[in-house]
């Protein structure tokens, strides 16, 4: 059925206005004031928020950790994106080293096909470079994966500078996007044996073994290398002051970089690192958590307008018999934290009812941005005629606490828990259709692929 919705306020990443949306099927078909009803069902938004749906840029669902696998798959993961107002994530599909990237990306598809409850994309992390990888490219472009991943940490998966060059030119060829992972590997295993040798083995020498100089030292190779490849490069999870500081100097010499942050990194400081017990475990994520100077340095940053996108790393592991798997030695701590669920609620209740940001800077970080960056706007991230109805509608008066009792994440803990929050998604539309309401996912795996063209952001064009 086709649905009008009334008496809202639309939120865009430009402005904020009084209007009604006309829904034809999966599309946004009017727009103005005072619509009238012509048989359609009515949705009465009075009082209400309309944002464009959320995009959740960074997750990790099904993810092989080695002898197990991470709590959420994308059953579950994208239900709980979805009741939180995340009508689209984009994951990462992983080319193990002997892989093709056609592999991959089929590899990916099985998982999510069939069981997403929001729609999904694929982010394609290359491990494994060489003339037939570099060849895929052109048929990635086509299946609609045009964002990479690259890391400069973990040895099975980390790629050193020379080859980060030949993708960076190679990526730019096709109007692709490219997402590092900047920690020095190297540095951080001699930290980890450094700590160890020293019998250090608890959580609250995790953060020891990953300090902000290995961000700041990584970022600053990354954008060395895009300024030689003449290439634009997105930092994923930026985590530091330091780092961002070197973005900052790159972005005055003309270089372009685009930033990710996560709520984690907004949120909450190192001294989790310092609970009792194993408790702190929790917390145990990569990059690890900062300091207040780095969470302000952040916030500042979005407000200024120079942080671009806002996803979660969500990468979530059972407390118990997954992180307790390190116990006796940090280092074999399952690394990553929940998040999908609850992104959009606390970056609306710290940032927007805080004044540190506005309605309008925070739909462009979780909307807005990443569909332009990942190429998909204005179909998503924008609401305009012609603009899918992924839409959320938003109650601002809304009063709740984080519990990872009431939580659908699978995890058995939320590093948010008593969290208290302001506002939340009170209807989410994917296609057209109520798919979450109040909390609850009322249709379930109606979730799609969504095909990605060159990103919108760079100013490349693509022959």
Not at 114 to 142: P, Q, V
Not at 357 to 383: D, H, R, V, W
Request: net charge negative.
């Amino acid at each position: 059925m086709d649905l009008l919705i009334k008496g809202g306020t639309i939120v865009t990443a430009e402005k904020s206005t009084g209007m009604d949306i006309r829904i034809e099927g999966d599309k946004i078909t009017e727009l103005g004031c005072n619509l009238p009803v012509k048989g359609e069902k009515v949705i009465d938004a009075t009082g209400k928020l309309i944002f464009p749906g959320f995009i959740d840029t960074h997750t990790h669902f099904d993810l092989d950790a080695g002898d197990f696998f991470t709590a959420d798959d994308f059953e579950s993961g994208t239900k709980a994106a979805l009741v939180g107002g995340t009508t689209m994530v984009l994951d990462f599909a992983t080319q193990n080293r002997g892989e093709t990237l056609k592999e991959a990306l089929l590899n990916w598809h099985k998982k999510a096909e069939g069981n997403s409850s929001c729609h999904y994309g694929f982010h394609m992390s290359i491990s494994d470079w060489n003339e037939i990888t570099k060849r895929e490219l052109k048929e990635m472009t086509a299946a609609g994966v045009t964002s990479y991943k690259l890391y400069m940490a973990y040895d099975n998966l980390k790629v050193h500078a020379g080859i980060m060059y030949e993708i960076l030119k190679a990526v730019k060829e096709e109007g692709g996007i490219i997402g590092v992972h900047c920690e020095n590997g190297d540095l951080v295993n001699t930290l980890i044996r450094e700590q160890k040798a020293l019998g250090h083995l608890s959580p609250k020498w995790h953060p020891i073994s990953r300090p902000a100089e290995v961000e700041a030292e990584a970022v600053n190779q990354l954008l060395t290398v895009a300024k030689l490849a003449e290439a634009p490069v997105n930092i994923v999870h930026l985590s530091t002051k330091k780092g961002y500081q070197v973005v900052e100097a790159a972005r005055a010499t003309g270089q372009q970089v685009f930033v990710e942050t996560c709520p984690q990194y907004l949120l909450m400081e190192d001294s989790r690192y310092e609970l009792d017990g194993f408790e702190s475990a929790k917390y145990v994520l990569s990059p690890p958590l900062r300091k207040k100077e780095d969470i302000e340095c952040l916030w500042k940053a979005w407000k200024d307008d120079k942080i671009d996108t806002i996803g979660t790393d969500h990468c979530s592991f059972h407390y118990k018999g997954q992180k307790d798997r390190g116990i006796h030695d940090f280092s074999k701590i399952p690394n990553g934290i929940p998040g999908v669920e609850h992104r959009p609620a606390l970056l609306y209740t710290y940032g927007v009812t805080e004044q540190k940001i506005t309605a309008e800077q925070f739909c462009a970080a979780l909307s807005t941005n990443p569909a332009k960056l990942f190429g998909m706007y204005p179909q998503k991230g924008a609401i305009e005629v012609g603009s899918d109805a992924d839409l959320v509608i938003w109650d601002p008066e809304y009063r709740g606490i984080i519990t990872a009792g009431e939580q659908l994440q699978k995890a058995d803990y939320t590093p948010y828990e008593g969290f208290a929050v302001t506002g939340r998604a009170d209807k989410v539309l994917l296609q057209g259709k109520v798919a979450a309401d109040q909390g609850k996912v009322t249709i379930e795996k109606a979730g799609r692929y969504v095909h990605r063209g060159p990103c919108q952001k760079t100013g490349l064009k693509v022959e």
